[in-house]
């Protein structure tokens, strides 16, 4: 896949570069396929550990220096192959205040990095989160969009870059055409 191929060699790119005023680039993903739809705080499934795999090939040479994720398993399980490979430490920003107040901690915990920041959020946080960012404003991603994967280059003052791309297996046909989800 072009796509990822582009992905891993733009963020290596930006984690390789010394010039000494960098701003964060930041990885936002939804986190992967859970094994429950019912329970509060369901662990991955099968598909979701495979997406998990897929985010850490992705970001295998990218040089990742901080992780953020919330208190929900998934979050974490979804990030977790990559903070072992990086020797990273999960930051865990709570679901607090509403989404916009979520979003707006994230982004000011990923301001304080240099390098590679991964963000792995949910679906009605990671378009506030991207927008945050300085990203633009786009829809919530549909309940059973997992793959996309939104790279920012924070760069205050000048506006971010956004680039939007997919990495693991596609999801299913019309998991993007949905209605608006809820504000949670």
Same mark, same amino acid.
């Given at each position: 896949?072009?796509?990822?191929?582009?992905?891993?060699?733009?963020? /290596?790119? #930006?984690?390789?570069?010394?010039?000494? %005023?960098?701003?964060? $680039? !930041?990885? @936002? &993903?939804? +986190?992967?396929?859970?094994?429950?739809?019912?329970?509060?705080?369901?662990?991955?499934?099968?598909?979701?550990?495979?997406?998990?795999?897929?985010?850490?090939?992705?970001?295998?040479?990218?040089?990742?220096?901080?992780?953020?994720?919330?208190?929900?398993?998934?979050?974490?399980?979804?990030?977790?192959?990559?903070?072992?490979?990086?020797?990273?430490?999960?930051?865990?920003?709570?679901?607090?205040?509403?989404?916009?107040?979520? /979003?707006? #901690?994230?982004?000011?915990?990923?301001? %304080?990095?240099?390098? $590679? !920041?991964? @963000? &792995?959020? +949910?679906?009605?946080?990671?378009?506030?989160?991207?927008?945050?960012?300085?990203?633009?404003?786009?829809?919530?991603?549909?309940?059973?969009?997992?793959?996309?994967?939104?790279?920012?280059?924070?760069?205050?003052?000048?506006?971010?870059?956004?680039?939007?791309?997919?990495?693991?297996?596609?999801?299913?046909?019309?998991?993007?055409?949905?209605?608006?989800?809820?504000?949670?």
């Amino acid at each position: 896949d072009h796509s990822m191929l582009i992905v891993a060699l733009l963020l /290596a790119l #930006a984690a390789s570069t010394s010039d000494t %005023t960098r701003h964060p $680039v !930041v990885v @936002v &993903v939804r +986190h992967a396929e859970k094994a429950s739809q019912t329970e509060r705080d369901p662990a991955l499934s099968d598909a979701g550990w495979a997406r998990a795999w897929a985010l850490d090939s992705v970001l295998r040479d990218a040089r990742v220096s901080a992780i953020i994720v919330t208190p929900f398993r998934r979050t974490r399980e979804t990030a977790s192959l990559v903070a072992k490979r990086h020797l990273v430490t999960m930051t865990v920003v709570p679901v607090e205040g509403g989404v916009a107040a979520h /979003a707006y #901690a994230v982004a000011l915990a990923a301001a %304080t990095h240099d390098g $590679v !920041v991964l @963000v &792995v959020g +949910h679906s009605n946080t990671v378009m506030p989160i991207v927008r945050a960012l300085g990203g633009p404003t786009l829809p919530d991603l549909c309940d059973g969009t997992y793959a996309e994967l939104f790279t920012i280059y924070v760069t205050p003052g000048d506006g971010s870059r956004v680039m939007r791309s997919r990495y693991g297996t596609p999801d299913p046909a019309g998991a993007a055409d949905c209605p608006a989800m809820k504000p949670q």
